[in-house]
C-alpha cells in the first residue's frame, strides 16, 4: 500500500480562518487548507513554506504543529495511507493570492464552510481552532465516507519525519 506524507497549513488572523478552494488535482471543489507533499531531501517545513508560497503567495514565519492525522484511504482511485502534518501560522509575509492551484478566502471560524470540505474536518479543525494539540486517524471508504475514526489530544508530535 502506498503511503504519503504531506503539509497542510491554516492561516489564523483574529477569529478568521484562511481556507483555499482547491481549483485541480486531488481534492478539487473543496475548501481546505494550503500544502503538499515533500519534495526530495526536504523537511517537513520546508514543504510547508514552499507549497504556501507556491498556492496562495504566502510565506509564513511564525507557526506551529497542531494536529498529525493518519488517513487510511484511496488516493486516486488507490487504496493509501495519508500521514498529514496539520499547522497553523499566524504571522507571515506577503497577501493570499489566487494561484493555477487555489483560490483562498477568508472565513470567521464560526462560519466554516464545512459542507465544502472533507468529511473528517469537522470532527478535528474546530479541537485544534481551539488550541488543543491532536493525533488521528481516519478510515476512508472510496467514496471518501468516514468508515472509523479515533482522536486523541497530545502535548506534542515528538520528532517529525
Do not use: C
Not at 484562511?18 to 494550503?34: Q, S
Not at 498529514?84 to 464552510?113: L, Y
Amino acid at each position: 500500500m502506498k503511503e504519503i506524507t504531506a503539509t497542510l497549513l491554516f492561516l489564523i488572523k483574529n477569529d478568521q480562518i484562511l481556507l483555499a478552494m482547491k481549483k485541480r488535482g486531488f481534492g478539487a471543489g473543496r475548501f481546505n487548507g494550503v500544502g503538499g507533499k515533500p519534495e526530495e531531501s526536504e523537511t517537513i517545513e520546508q514543504a510547508l513554506v514552499r507549497e504556501s508560497i507556491e498556492e496562495i503567495s504566502v510565506r509564513p514565519t511564525k507557526f506551529e504543529q497542531v494536529a498529525l492525522i493518519d488517513f487510511d484511504e484511496y488516493f486516486k482511485g488507490e487504496p493509501a495511507i495519508m500521514h498529514i502534518h496539520v499547522f497553523i501560522a499566524t504571522e507571515w509575509t506577503g497577501e493570499p493570492t489566487e494561484s493555477e492551484e487555489m483560490v483562498p478566502e477568508w472565513f470567521n471560524q464560526n462560519k466554516i464552510p464545512f459542507n465544502q470540505m472533507w468529511p473528517d474536518d469537522p470532527y478535528w479543525l474546530p479541537q485544534v481552532l481551539d488550541g488543543k494539540k491532536i493525533k488521528a486517524n481516519f478510515k476512508l471508504d472510496k467514496n471518501d465516507k468516514i468508515v472509523s475514526h479515533k482522536i486523541s489530544q497530545v502535548k506534542d508530535f515528538g520528532e517529525i519525519k
